[in-house]
């Protein structure tokens, strides 16, 4: 059975702190793993990483995959408030059509 | 403006109930998807469909129905709601080709089932 953990469940930070977000899968047949950011409403992509792309970067995050490790690390640096979010891994495999197997995300709040 | 959209926001509703939630999207995609998501357990993944008349269930399925007629609209039926499906729903859509495209969410739908 596909499984995406996601550490820590809970993270809170000052302002201008640098946060690491794991999330770790196990899935037949790796096609992507995707990063999502949830506010109070639904969700935002942020990145998609596939075997062919494995380290992303827009403005303050970036997120690289680690094939060998099966895992993923999204990083926000100089947060701000703004950050303050749910942070959601998904991973697809090909074995699963196009279904996307969700982590439970990490609850980031950046407090002034 | 590309979107997804989802009707209604807010449902309360009794058990035994019927009741369809509306999911459509302007984008021309043939992929769609619903999801619930509730405190604990993440997004986890109802049905999708890869394109119309093509559904199929993903991790939760038992207590919905779908259907897809046309590309635009994929409708999520509860024909015998119960207070376990009590949850926060999302419907998204993406576009299908040679690798997972983004998927798009829904603004979501908050359901009550007393």
Not at chain 2, 26 to 38: A, G, K, L
Request: hydrophobic share 30%; net charge neutral.
């Amino acid at each position: 059975e596909d499984k995406v953990v996601q550490s820590p469940l809970s993270l809170v930070v000052h302002e201008g702190d640098t946060v690491t977000l794991n999330c770790s899968y196990e899935v037949t047949n790796f096609r992507s793993l995707l990063w999502y950011k949830q506010e109070k409403k639904a969700p935002t992509f942020l990145f998609m990483l596939t075997s062919s792309g494995i380290e992303k970067k827009s403005g303050r995050l970036s997120s690289i995959l680690d094939k060998k490790e099966l895992s993923s690390i999204l990083n926000i640096t100089a947060t701000q408030t703004g950050d303050s979010a749910i942070y959601l891994c998904a991973v697809e495999g090909k074995d699963s059509g196009y279904a996307l197997n969700f982590g439970k995300g990490t609850s980031l709040l950046v407090t002034p | 403006e590309a979107q997804v959209t989802q009707n209604p926001r807010y449902l309360i509703t009794v058990t035994g109930k019927k009741l369809t939630v509306t999911c459509s999207q302007n984008m021309n995609h043939e992929y769609m998807s619903w999801y619930r998501q509730d405190p604990g357990l993440g997004l986890r993944q109802i049905y999708y469909s890869m394109n119309v008349e093509v559904t199929d269930k993903g991790d939760v399925p038992e207590g919905y129905k779908v259907s897809r007629k046309e590309k635009r609209n994929f409708p999520l039926i509860l024909e015998s709601p119960s207070p376990n499906q009590t949850s926060l729903y999302f419907c998204a859509s993406s576009f299908l080709g040679g690798s997972t495209d983004t998927q798009y969410f829904g603004p979501g739908t908050r359901l009550t089932v007393l």
